[in-house]
């Protein structure tokens, strides 16, 4: 049975697996270690060099200072006229007591060599390169390095001499260079020897690096295809403090996050639903009850509460649509200069009625004048209503909802205070999170509020809430107002029922809200 091949996996960015040539891995193989292995061929071949030429340097010296040696003592004998030097000169080579490493020759006035320490005679085709230099040198010395018809590379070192009645005119010495070449090759190896075990030692100790690195980014790489799938329960295990475990940690608080919004997405579309569901099953029963009906006091009832479901249903869509323009950033505000306090006490008019059949108390306290201020009139009015309909929705039977509007430092402040069932302190940072419920037990969709702190900050304003679980909530807004030293003295007054109870009186302007209102 023939084996599958198995085939190479590729990333959706087009990178290949940890086997490929596209991986880390093999990147760093490809590059760095390329590099490494680059310099340490370039310090090889230059240490190289240096090491060739102090040993053939020092050969040279060593050959220049024996000849020295030699013809010192020939010219310092030289003086004495008794003395034979051509006599002198051959029988200091044949007697030359370094013959076994060094050749020693001399040369007669025809370019030929008569003797040497050796006893031989130069191989036909010897070079002499360092003899014709020295020749045509100003100093009468030269040196060469030349290989022997035998394949032997040596070294020659020339000097000319200049003795009265002498047939030799030069002095030659030929070291072989083979001890030298194999103490240099010798260290070349070594040397080599030791860089193969750094590039080694690289190789394996950056294999392990990068390995450490490679494998948890793929498990990392794996994780995050999963989660983009929509599978929030993986959790990347984390195996160090560095930054592939702050990556891990990143990783994993994006998939509780994700999880957390794909819990609230999936609520939210349930409450949509049941909030949906609820007006539209009201308009279908009264309509088919009003078809088969002619009473018309059970008439005008139906109609009312048509108009209600149809108005709560138009309002709810609306607020979908707004949420829709806010995460496509398509809002958009028309901003005039307004009068603030005109739609506040709209609001609270439109409210009152349904809080007095709620058993709820609404209190306005109105102030006699505040600034003008540069907004939207309509999205204005649109936050207003959010936040007092959560106020009356959030509260039982007799309980008090209080409206402020104030100036504070060239500030607009709106308060809206109740004392209803308020939200936890774990819920209280999450309220202005889109999708986001406190209470499933209350009518809404959890987007409300998300649109309002949206367009209260495109106002150039803020939205804070403060809450206390059992005790009571307090919106506050504030809003820039126009520095022109003007007030609105001439605003339009909007009447306005103020219901109170016993324990909650109707506030003067100058009087100061009962403790219960919990005003930030």
């Excluded at 003007?486 to 306005?496: G, L, M």
Aim: negative net charge.
């Amino acid at each position: 049975m023939k084996k599958k091949k198995k085939k190479k996996q590729i990333t959706s960015d087009g990178s290949k697996n940890r086997f490929g040539r596209r991986s880390i891995a093999t990147y760093w193989q490809t590059s760095n270690l390329g590099v490494i292995i680059t310099v340490l061929v370039i310090i090889g071949i230059t240490i190289g060099v240096v090491l060739k030429n102090y040993y053939y340097n020092s050969v040279q010296q060593y050959l220049t200072s024996q000849m020295n040696i030699i013809v010192a003592s020939l010219e310092n004998g030289s003086t004495d006229t008794s003395v034979n030097n051509s006599a002198q000169i051959r029988s200091l080579v044949e007697s030359y007591e370094d013959k076994d490493q060094i050749e020693l020759m001399a040369i007669t006035s025809d370019d030929s060599i008569e003797v040497t320490s050796s006893g031989f005679s130069p191989s036909t085709g010897t070079s002499l390169e360092d003899y014709t230099n020295a020749q045509s040198s100003d100093e009468g010395t030269a040196y060469a390095i030349f290989d022997l018809p035998s394949g032997e590379k040596v070294m020659a070192l020339t000097y000319m001499i200049s003795i009265k009645g002498c047939e030799y005119k030069a002095l030659r010495m030929m070291s072989s260079m083979k001890n030298i070449d194999n103490q240099i090759i010798t260290l070349i190896v070594g040397m080599a020897v030791i860089f193969l075990l750094i590039i080694l030692l690289i190789y394996l100790s950056g294999r392990f690096f990068v390995r450490s690195i490679v494998y948890p980014v793929i498990k990392i790489g794996e994780i995050a295809r999963k989660i983009a799938k929509g599978d929030f329960t993986e959790r990347i295990e984390k195996t160090s403090d560095d930054e592939l475990g702050d990556l891990c940690d990143s990783i994993n608080y994006m998939a509780q996050e994700l999880s957390n919004t794909e819990s609230m997405k999936n609520e939210f579309i349930s409450s949509i639903s049941h909030e949906l569901r609820t007006p539209l099953t009201a308009i279908k029963g009264w309509s088919e009850t009003l078809t088969a009906m002619n009473d018309p006091d059970t008439f005008k009832k139906g109609m009312r509460v048509i108009t209600s479901e149809t108005e709560r249903l138009s309002q709810m869509v609306e607020e979908l649509l707004d949420f829709s323009r806010i995460q496509d950033n398509r809002l958009t505000l028309i901003m005039d200069k307004m009068d603030i306090l005109a739609e506040l006490g709209e609001t609270v008019l439109i409210y009152q009625e349904r809080a007095r059949a709620l058993g709820i108390t609404l209190n306005y306290y109105e102030p006699t004048a505040l600034p003008f201020m540069y907004g939207d009139k309509s999205r204005l009015r649109q936050v207003f209503i959010n936040i007092v309909d959560n106020a009356i929705k959030y509260s039982d039977k007799g309980d008090t909802v209080s409206v402020e509007a104030y100036e504070d430092k060239g500030q607009i402040c709106i308060s809206v205070s109740d004392t209803g069932i308020g939200i936890s302190k774990d819920d209280l940072p999450k309220v202005k999170t889109k999708f986001f419920k406190a209470n499933h037990t209350r009518r809404g969709s959890g987007i409300g509020l998300a649109v309002a702190n949206e367009i209260i900050t495109r106002h150039g304003g803020a939205l804070n809430i403060n809450s206390e679980e059992n005790v009571g909530t307090t919106v506050l807004i504030t809003l820039p107002a126009i520095d022109d030293g003007r007030s609105i003295d001439d605003k339009p007054t909007v009447e306005v029922e103020l219901i109170s109870s016993d324990d909650m009186p109707v506030r003067k302007p100058d009087q100061q809200l009962p403790p219960s209102s919990n005003i930030l």
